[in-house]
């Protein structure tokens, strides 16, 4: 039996330059047949999120790992892009110490900003194509570029997820994951695209209480794996708009990175003097 997919054609206008057909999303598939992996992946992950599984750190120490995350981040996706600025260059950047000389230095720390404004965002604030579009001018420090049927696939595609959360049509998690997918694939940006995708995926993360890419940086556990998540953007991109396409394989993916990052926080504060495991409820 096909599995229901995510995406529903509806032929409305096309794009001259690219044959971009309009298309309307619908999650509900996510509720049905979902992987016996995935599911452990989850069972996993939401353990750790709902014991809490934090330690008791002083302020110090959680803020030496989230700037280290940071720092991580930035670097990671820096070599992901073959930009020819060095760590210790990066790291001056991030940490303030020298002022961009170009573009590609300036798009550093453009990152760096989107990632400061996830950390010390505390409001759940509507979430829109709009929103993707101000992570965009933060990251680039400009308006993106987008074709006006782009634009209105991105608005359908938020609409949707916005649909999916409020009708609780799938487990968060999954349903971020498959969102920020969809976006990789419908690439509506004529530029910047992987790397708003990340800068997404941590934004709705964060929105859905999983705080893990604030200490342990996400885009350093992809950078280890790059050539498995390089496999897997190829195969969706290759498959998105076809019936047989199955998006479980990149949500399996980006859970296990997601788990790895829980992991390796645990593993960090044990060898950590003074730290004390904290179960809340567990």
């Known amino acids: 039996m096909t599995r229901r997919h995510a995406i529903l054609f509806s032929v409305l206008s096309a794009c001259s330059k690219e044959g971009f057909f309009m298309i309307t999303f619908d999650y509900d598939f996510l509720t049905t047949a979902v992987p016996r992996e995935v599911r452990m992946y989850l069972s996993l992950i939401n353990g750790h999120k709902n014991r809490q599984t934090v330690y008791e750190m002083n302020s110090y120490i959680l803020e030496k790992m989230a700037r280290s995350a940071k720092l991580q981040s930035v670097a990671a996706t820096n070599r992901n892009l073959c930009i020819s600025v060095s760590d210790m260059r990066i790291r001056d950047l991030v940490e303030d110490s020298t002022e961009p000389r170009s573009m590609e230095e300036k798009e550093i720390l453009g990152y760096r900003s989107c990632l400061d404004k996830i950390q010390e965002n505390q409001e759940k ?28 696939v991105l608005e359908n595609l938020c609409a949707a997820y916005n649909r999916a959360r409020e009708n609780r ?53 992809i950078e280890k794996t790059k050539d498995c998540y390089s496999d897997m953007l190829r195969s969706c991109s290759s498959t998105w708009q076809k019936s047989a396409d199955d998006s479980w394989g990149f949500v399996r993916y980006m859970l296990g990175i997601i788990l790895s990052a829980y992991r390796e926080i645990e593993n960090k504060a044990e060898y950590i003097p003074g730290t004390r495991r904290q179960f809340s409820g567990y």
């Open 125 to 152: 604030s509507p979430f829109s194509h709009e929103t993707i579009l101000r992570m965009y001018n933060c990251l680039f420090q400009r308006s993106p570029v987008i074709y006006p049927d782009k634009l209105r």
């Open 169 to 221: 049509a799938a487990c968060p998690l999954i349903l971020d994951i498959q969102f920020v997918r969809d976006f990789i694939c419908m690439k509506p940006f004529d530029s910047g695209n992987g790397r708003v995708s990340r800068i997404l995926l941590n934004f709705l993360l964060k929105r859905d209480g999983y705080f893990i890419g604030t200490y342990i940086s996400l885009e350093s556990l």
